[in-house]
């Protein structure tokens, strides 16, 4: 099983700063596999970034993602108000799937 | 437009069952694996289990393994989770969620049911 270890637990930032979240693989894992999704309260989570650095869907281009082997980032260039919110890792091939134990980035 | 919507969540004593269910539209259903993941109160998500889209292969998470059933009717677009000797441990969200194949990450997510377990 990878278990995949995300930091910080907690970001405090103020709008219009950047966000760096750490998401970090118990062994390497292909960039193809790395996920990055958004929960806010009491919503489903949402589908951020996929492989690693493609964006879904609808996704805003101040998100982005990064990082190859066991280490992997997401990155949101300004924080806007909606953006402050959980956000989990994950890794998606192989069974059992699984996420980071998330990073919430929250109003400084 | 793709809609996945959980139902069957509730109170339920130590060792009892529990049958949770998700109603799928807009898309061909028995095309799709189909997982269930779940969130504890204030934790993270863990994935509990998957099916194929024949429904003849069934995968499930070591801490559920041997409690838990996933099954499902693609005459009716359903997927279904049924639970035995649920534990506290097992209270949760509990999420349905669909992705496009075995290499892609969950695209779309069901707004969750409750299940908690507590005498």
């Known amino acids: 099983e990878i278990v995949l270890t995300q930091f910080p637990g907690t970001l405090s930032l103020s709008p219009g700063e950047r966000a760096t979240l750490s998401c970090r693989a118990s062994q390497s894992v292909s960039s193809s596999n790395l996920a990055w999704y958004q929960q806010k309260p009491g919503q489903a989570p949402r589908l951020l970034i996929y492989a690693a650095s493609s964006r879904a869907t609808g996704i805003p281009d101040r998100f982005s993602g990064g990082g190859s082997g066991t280490d992997f980032t997401l990155t949101i260039s300004r924080l806007e108000p909606e953006d402050f919110a959980v956000y989990y890792c994950?890794?998606?091939?192989?069974?059992?799937?699984?996420f980071g134990g998330g990073t919430k980035v929250e109003i400084k | 437009e793709v809609q996945l919507l959980e139902s069957g969540g509730d109170l339920v004593q130590p060792g009892g069952s529990l049958r949770l269910s998700c109603a799928v539209s807009g898309f061909t259903f028995s095309s799709y694996g189909m997982h269930w993941i779940r969130q504890a109160p204030g934790k993270g998500l863990e994935w509990v289990s998957a099916?194929?889209?024949?429904?003849?292969?069934?995968y499930y998470a070591d801490s559920v393994k041997g409690r838990f059933t996933i099954s499902r009717d693609n005459s009716k677009n359903t997927l279904f989770l049924q639970m035995n000797s649920l534990r506290a441990e097992d209270t949760a969200v509990y999420y349905c969620?669909?992705?496009?194949?075995?290499?892609?990450?969950?695209?779309?997510w069901g707004q969750g049911t409750l299940v908690t377990v507590s005498s």
């Open positions: 099916i194929n889209g024949g429904g003849d292969s069934t």
């Open positions: 994950q890794h998606y091939v192989t069974l059992p799937l699984t």
């Open positions: 969620a669909k992705r496009l194949s075995g290499n892609h990450p969950f695209d779309y």
